[in-house]
Nanobody, 121 residues
Framework: QVQLVESGGGLVHPGGSLRLSCAAS????????MEWFRQAPGKEREMVAT???????NYADSVKDRFTISRDNAKNTVLLQMNSLKPEGTAVYYC???????????????WGRGTQVTVSS
């Protein structure tokens, strides 16, 4: 019974900023990698940012230097600060994490339901 819930999506003008958050809850033992993906209508889901348990980060070329991913391990939360947003950033943004359940000795993939981000004038 683990769950990822995204929040912070909405409508923003080109060049604006938005901060997404994702909180994990339930019978959690530990969390390995945490990532943000996005999917625009009619397109495949793509990875936009990753942060590991030891705070290493990686970004898609399309968002590098504009987005920043961070995490709070004590709160089981990952954030995505999005600056200088472009219309191409319009998509549903999904949180992903490798989570070990309490009493388990392995990690399983978990996905949030997504939050809509619309960049439009």
């Amino acid at each position: 019974q683990v769950q990822l819930v995204e929040s912070g999506g909405g409508l923003v003008h080109p060049g604006g900023s938005l901060r997404l958050s994702c909180a994990a809850s339930g019978s959690i033992g530990s969390i390995n990698d945490m990532e943000w993906f996005r999917q625009a209508p009619g397109k495949e889901r793509e990875m936009v940012a990753t942060v590991t348990s030891d705070l290493r980060t990686n970004y898609a070329d399309s968002v590098k230097d504009r987005f920043t991913i961070s995490r709070d391990n004590a709160k089981n939360t990952v954030l995505l600060q999005m600056n200088s947003l472009k219309p191409e950033g319009t998509a549903v943004y999904y949180c992903y994490a490798q989570i070990r359940r309490y009493r388990d000795n392995y990690y399983s993939a978990q996905w949030g339901r997504g939050t809509q981000v619309t960049v439009s004038s």
